[in-house]
């Protein structure tokens, strides 16, 4: 799955982020382009138990790959 958070204001592209790892099963992994690093995002996913990933695109925005890991 890919989220395009590109153009939304904070804290809308948090809320679409964690309202659709909620949704994910154990080993899914999810997509997500925002404008900016989602730095408070990143201590989330730590204590969820995520991995997670970030590439620069060429535009500026991010992209950030998350997979669930096991509960």
């Known amino acids: ?39 408070f995002l990143y201590e989330e996913l730590d204590e969820r138990g995520y991995t997670h990933s970030t590439e620069p695109n060429d535009d500026g925005s991010f992209q950030i790959t998350i997979t669930k890991n096991g509960d």
């Open 1 to 39: 799955m890919i989220i395009d958070n590109r153009g939304l204001e904070p804290p809308q592209p948090m809320m679409r982020t964690l309202k659709a790892l909620d949704k994910m099963e154990q080993g899914e992994t999810l997509q997500i382009i925002n404008d900016r690093r989602p730095m």
